[in-house]
């Protein structure tokens, strides 16, 4: 919580799953304090039980959904532009606390250049729709 917590310009997500209160509040906070936090978020999951996008998009935080027929399955985010959290787990409480899980974050610079890459292609594609 402390990586997402921590930014101060920009965050940029992308997330299969999103259950967690606690990381959610913590993209709300950080929108309410004037960071521009954008999501993508797997279409399917976007409305799985317990996903807590609706709440995101409620708060005014930018998020978009893949109008495609596979998952987008990514669990990256972007703070501030040279940082990189990256892993396996989906963020939800089982994927933070309970599944045996990586998690890696980084400065490195061509990781965080090819993400940010990556992300801005996403956010971009005329495939994926504002999330409503």
Not at 38 to 65: F, P
Not at 85 to 95: I, K, P
Not at 107 to 116: A, C, F, L, N, T
Request: hydrophobic share 40%.
């Amino acid at each position: 919580m402390d990586t997402l917590g921590g930014c101060r310009k920009s965050l940029d997500v992308c997330i299969h799953l999103l259950t967690s209160i606690e990381i959610a509040s913590c993209l709300i906070d950080a929108h309410n304090r004037g960071v521009m936090v954008r999501v993508v978020c797997d279409n399917e999951m976007s409305t799985n039980k317990g996903s807590q996008i609706r709440n995101l998009s409620a708060a005014g935080i930018s998020v978009k959904i893949p109008l495609l027929n596979y998952h987008m399955h990514s669990k990256i985010a972007i703070i501030d532009g040279w940082k990189v959290m990256t892993g396996s787990a989906n963020w939800t409480v089982q994927g933070i606390d309970g599944n045996w899980d990586n998690l890696l974050v980084t400065s490195q610079p061509d990781i965080v250049r090819e993400s940010v890459v990556a992300f801005d292609l996403m956010w971009n594609n005329p495939k994926i729709q504002m999330f409503s």
